[in-house]
Each structure stands twice: as C-alpha cells, then as structure tokens.
C-alpha cells in the first residue's frame, strides 16, 4: 500500500504561484501514476493533472494547461504541482493520489486506490 502526505498548500494572490508538494511512502514502485485532484465547496472532486512513475507521461484538465505543472522526482518518492497564474477559480482543497500497480484512467477520480488528506490552496480575487 501507498502512504501520502502533502503539502506546500496556502493562500495566494490571483495571478501568483505554488508549489504543492506530495510524499509517497510504501509501495511506491507498485503505483503506476500519480495524480493530482480538487474539490472545491459545493462540488464534485475533479481532475486537475497526473503524471505515470515509469515513463512521466502528463496529463492535464483543460482548466489548467498551460499554468500548471506535474513532475515527480523517482529518488525522492515525490510529485509536485508547479501552479502559476493562479486563479480564484483554482480555490479548492487539492488531493494526490496514487493508482495501483495497473493502469487505469488517469482522469477518473475511480482510477486511484491511494488519497492523501488534503491541502487547502486560496487564491484571493
């Protein structure tokens, strides 16, 4: 099984960066992608970005390409989520995931058996 603990969640001006940050420990090596969900009040958990452990194949919603960033670093068992020119509509609480060992989708919040807790991420109008 995979353990995750996040970070690097806050508040933030419209228009500004951060950084979360995703620690995965266990059986990180049977997970073959991570992925990158939020959930903002009074709506459904949605994708937001993934990236495979192997090959670093990304994915991304539409409503962050291009300001949004997934990388992993294998050596240090971590996934970041580089975020920039944020928006306030990116106000949500913000979850890493971990698939297990075979792939599914990686857009579906059902292709993950792995969930951190959770940090909040505020962007300010």
């Known amino acids: 099984q995979v353990q995750l603990v996040e970070s690097g969640g806050g508040l933030v001006q419209a228009g500004g960066s951060l950084r979360l940050s995703c620690a995965a420990s266990?059986?990180?090596?049977?997970?073959?992608?991570m992925g990158w969900f939020r959930q903002a009040a009074g709506k459904e958990r949605e994708f937001v970005a993934a990236?495979?452990?192997?090959?670093?194949?990304?994915d991304y919603a539409d409503s962050v390409k291009g300001r949004f960033t997934i990388s992993r670093d294998n050596a240090k068992n971590t996934v970041s989520l580089q975020m920039n020119s944020l928006k306030p509509e990116d106000t949500a609480v913000y979850y890493c995931?971990?698939?297990?060992?075979?792939?599914?989708?990686?857009?579906?919040?059902?292709?993950?058996?792995?969930w951190g807790q959770g940090t909040q991420v505020t962007v300010s109008s």
């Open positions: 990236i495979t452990w192997s090959a670093g194949n990304t």
């Open positions: 266990g059986r990180t090596f049977s997970s073959y992608a």
């Open positions: 995931a971990a698939m297990g060992p075979r792939l599914y989708n990686m857009r579906t919040v059902r292709g993950y058996a792995y």
